[in-house]
C-alpha cells in the first residue's frame, strides 16, 4: 500500500477537521489569530470602521502589556463580511481553513451570523456576535457563541417605553421584514397595550423597495400620534423623506442604527435627509450609559469626542478583551477550553476590572475577577446571552442627538 501523503492532500484533509490543539498550535510562540467579520461594506457599513478600530485597539493594549501564555501576541484577521450572507460564509471559511483563527467575531447582521454560525460550530471555535436575531444562541452551541448585544426580543419593549412615556395613545407600526426585527414586534405590542395605548396600524415592509409611500399611507389611514418605524438606516433614509414630503403629522420612532444624528450631526442619515426632515426623530439603542468611566476611557482611547455614541465598537473592544483573558485563565488557546472561562471572569465575584491589561496580572496571580467592561458591567447567561443591557433615548433637535434618558434593558 501507498503511505506517501501529497502536502497539498495533509493540508486539505487538515482543514476539514475540527479545531485541534496541537496541529493549529505547533509552536508555543505563535500568535492567537483571532478573526474579525466586519460589516465594512453594506447596510451594516456606517459601524465596520469603528468595530475594526476598537478590536485594533483591544489587541494593541494586550500586545503592548507582554500578550498571553507567556508571551503570545494576540494577531486579528480582519474581513468584510459586506452585511451579506453570501460573503460573510466566504470570509469566515478563509478565516477558519487559511488562517486558523481560533475565534470569529464581530459579525453585526443576522443573516451574515445565522450563516456563519454552522460553521465554527463545526470547528468548535469561538464565536462572537454583535447582532441580535434570537435564533444566534438557540439550540446546541456547545457554549461556544457569545453575544456581545441585546437580544433581538429585548430591544421592541425599551422602544414602546419611550413612547409611552410620551402620552401617546395610538400607534402605528412600520416594521422591517426580517428576522431581527420581526423578533422584537411581539414585546413592543405587549407593552404598549400593557402601557394602556392601542397599535391602531401594523404594517411591514421589504428592504430594497423602490419607494415606501403606499406603507406609509397605510400606517398613517389608522390615525396614530406616533409611529415606531424599526429598520436600518437606508430604509429609514427613504422613509422619513416620504413622511416629511406626505405632510404627516405624529411623533415618528426609530432605532438609533436607524436615525442617530452623531455628536455632531454628521451621521449618514442627517446628511441624507437634511436637519428639517430629522428634526423631532426620537430613537432608542443598547448603549452603554455614556457617562460610564469605563466608557468614557474607551472613547477617549478611540480618540473620539466626550460624549461619541459608539453603538457597537465598544462591546468588540470588551469581545476581545474577553477573549484574551479567557485564554489566559485557562492556560490554553483551545476555543472548547477557553470559552468555558467566559462566565467566570465577566459574572464575577472577583476584583472589578474593565480591560484585558488590568485583568491579565490578577489572573495570572490565580486572583478571581469580575470583566465590567467599556460596553457595559458585562453579565452572559447559560446561553452566551448578555444580561442587562441598558437602552438609551435620544431625540433629534436641530440636527444633533439629545439624550432624554435611559428605558428598559433587560436581555
Given at each position: 500500500?501507498?503511505?506517501?501523503?501529497?502536502?497539498?492532500?495533509?493540508?486539505?484533509?487538515?482543514?476539514?477537521?475540527?479545531?485541534?490543539?496541537?496541529?493549529?498550535?505547533?509552536?508555543?510562540?505563535?500568535?492567537?489569530?483571532?478573526?474579525?467579520?466586519?460589516?465594512?461594506?453594506?447596510?451594516?457599513?456606517?459601524?465596520?470602521?469603528?468595530?475594526?478600530?476598537?478590536?485594533?485597539?483591544?489587541?494593541?493594549?494586550?500586545?503592548?502589556?507582554?500578550?498571553?501564555?507567556?508571551?503570545?501576541?494576540?494577531?486579528?484577521?480582519?474581513?468584510?463580511?459586506?452585511?451579506?450572507?453570501?460573503?460573510?460564509?466566504?470570509?469566515?471559511?478563509?478565516?477558519?481553513?487559511?488562517?486558523?483563527?481560533?475565534?470569529?467575531?464581530?459579525?453585526?447582521?443576522?443573516?451574515?451570523?445565522?450563516?456563519?454560525?454552522?460553521?465554527?460550530?463545526?470547528?468548535n471555535v469561538v464565536l462572537t456576535v454583535l447582532g441580535s436575531a434570537d435564533e444566534v444562541t438557540e439550540g446546541d452551541t456547545k457554549g461556544l457563541v457569545w453575544r456581545f448585544q441585546a437580544r433581538a426580543s429585548s430591544w421592541g419593549e425599551?422602544a414602546a417605553l419611550a413612547i409611552l412615556k410620551g402620552g401617546y395613545k395610538k400607534v402605528g407600526l412600520l416594521h422591517l421584514q426580517n428576522p431581527f426585527v420581526a423578533s422584537m414586534i411581539p414585546s413592543f405590542v405587549a407593552t404598549i397595550?400593557?402601557?394602556?395605548?392601542?397599535?391602531?396600524?401594523?404594517?411591514?415592509?421589504?428592504?430594497?423597495?423602490?419607494?415606501?409611500?403606499?406603507?406609509?399611507?397605510?400606517?398613517?389611514?389608522?390615525?396614530?400620534?406616533?409611529?415606531?418605524?424599526?429598520?436600518?438606516?437606508?430604509?429609514?433614509?427613504?422613509?422619513?423623506?416620504?413622511?416629511?414630503?406626505?405632510?404627516y403629522k405624529g411623533r415618528v420612532f426609530s432605532l438609533t442604527i436607524a436615525a442617530a444624528a452623531g455628536i455632531d450631526g454628521s451621521s449618514t442619515f442627517v446628511k441624507n435627509v437634511g436637519k428639517e426632515v430629522a428634526e423631532g426623530i426620537?430613537?432608542?439603542?443598547?448603549?452603554?450609559?455614556?457617562?460610564?468611566?469605563?466608557?468614557?476611557?474607551?472613547?477617549?482611547?478611540?480618540?473620539?469626542?466626550?460624549?461619541?455614541?459608539?453603538?457597537?465598537?465598544?462591546?468588540?473592544?470588551?469581545?476581545?478583551?474577553?477573549?484574551?483573558?479567557?485564554?489566559?485563565?485557562?492556560?490554553?488557546?483551545?476555543?472548547?477550553?477557553?470559552?468555558?472561562?467566559?462566565?467566570?471572569?465577566?459574572?464575577?465575584?472577583?476584583?472589578?476590572?474593565?480591560?484585558?491589561?488590568?485583568?491579565?496580572?490578577?489572573?495570572?496571580?490565580?486572583?478571581?475577577?469580575?470583566?465590567?467592561?467599556?460596553?457595559?458591567?458585562?453579565?452572559?447567561?447559560?446561553?452566551?446571552?448578555?444580561?442587562?443591557?441598558?437602552?438609551?433615548?435620544?431625540?433629534?433637535?436641530?440636527?444633533?442627538?439629545?439624550?432624554?434618558?435611559?428605558?428598559?434593558?433587560?436581555?
Amino acid at each position: 500500500m501507498n503511505s506517501v501523503i501529497s502536502r497539498r492532500s495533509l493540508l486539505a484533509g487538515i482543514s476539514a477537521l475540527p479545531f485541534v490543539p496541537h496541529l493549529a498550535h505547533a509552536q508555543a510562540s505563535e500568535p492567537i489569530r483571532i478573526g474579525v467579520l466586519a460589516p465594512l461594506t453594506g447596510g451594516g457599513g456606517p459601524y465596520g470602521a469603528d468595530i475594526v478600530k476598537a478590536s485594533k485597539l483591544a489587541a494593541d493594549q494586550i500586545n503592548a502589556a507582554g500578550g498571553v501564555l507567556g508571551g503570545r501576541k494576540i494577531e486579528l484577521f480582519v474581513e468584510d463580511d459586506e452585511t451579506s450572507a453570501t460573503a460573510a460564509v466566504k470570509a469566515a471559511r478563509k478565516l477558519l481553513d487559511i488562517d486558523r483563527v481560533v475565534a470569529i467575531t464581530a459579525i453585526w447582521g443576522s443573516a451574515p451570523i445565522l450563516a456563519v454560525r454552522p460553521l465554527t460550530l463545526e470547528k468548535n471555535v469561538v464565536l462572537t456576535v454583535l447582532g441580535s436575531a434570537d435564533e444566534v444562541t438557540e439550540g446546541d452551541t456547545k457554549g461556544l457563541v457569545w453575544r456581545f448585544q441585546a437580544r433581538a426580543s429585548s430591544w421592541g419593549e425599551p422602544a414602546a417605553l419611550a413612547i409611552l412615556k410620551g402620552g401617546y395613545k395610538k400607534v402605528g407600526l412600520l416594521h422591517l421584514q426580517n428576522p431581527f426585527v420581526a423578533s422584537m414586534i411581539p414585546s413592543f405590542v405587549a407593552t404598549i397595550e400593557k402601557g394602556g395605548s392601542k397599535v391602531v396600524s401594523d404594517v411591514e415592509y421589504k428592504p430594497d423597495q423602490p419607494s415606501y409611500r403606499a406603507e406609509i399611507e397605510k400606517v398613517y389611514a389608522a390615525g396614530p400620534d406616533a409611529i415606531f418605524v424599526p429598520g436600518y438606516v437606508n430604509q429609514f433614509t427613504s422613509i422619513a423623506k416620504e413622511i416629511y414630503r406626505g405632510g404627516y403629522k405624529g411623533r415618528v420612532f426609530s432605532l438609533t442604527i436607524a436615525a442617530a444624528a452623531g455628536i455632531d450631526g454628521s451621521s449618514t442619515f442627517v446628511k441624507n435627509v437634511g436637519k428639517e426632515v430629522a428634526e423631532g426623530i426620537e430613537h432608542v439603542q443598547p448603549i452603554s450609559p455614556l457617562d460610564r468611566p469605563e466608557y468614557k476611557a474607551f472613547v477617549r482611547a478611540m480618540g473620539a469626542p466626550d460624549g461619541t455614541v459608539f453603538p457597537f465598537a465598544a462591546l468588540q473592544f470588551d469581545a476581545i478583551n474577553v477573549l484574551a483573558t479567557a485564554i489566559e485563565k485557562s492556560k490554553s488557546a483551545n476555543p472548547v477550553e477557553f470559552a468555558k472561562e467566559i462566565i467566570p471572569i465577566t459574572n464575577g465575584p472577583g476584583t472589578k476590572v474593565s480591560t484585558a491589561v488590568d485583568a491579565l496580572a490578577l489572573v495570572r496571580k490565580g486572583e478571581a475577577i469580575d470583566f465590567t467592561g467599556a460596553g457595559q458591567d458585562l453579565k452572559f447567561d447559560q446561553r452566551g446571552e448578555l444580561i442587562g443591557r441598558p437602552f438609551l433615548h435620544q431625540v433629534i433637535r436641530d440636527g444633533k442627538d439629545v439624550v432624554l434618558g435611559t428605558v428598559g434593558g433587560a436581555a
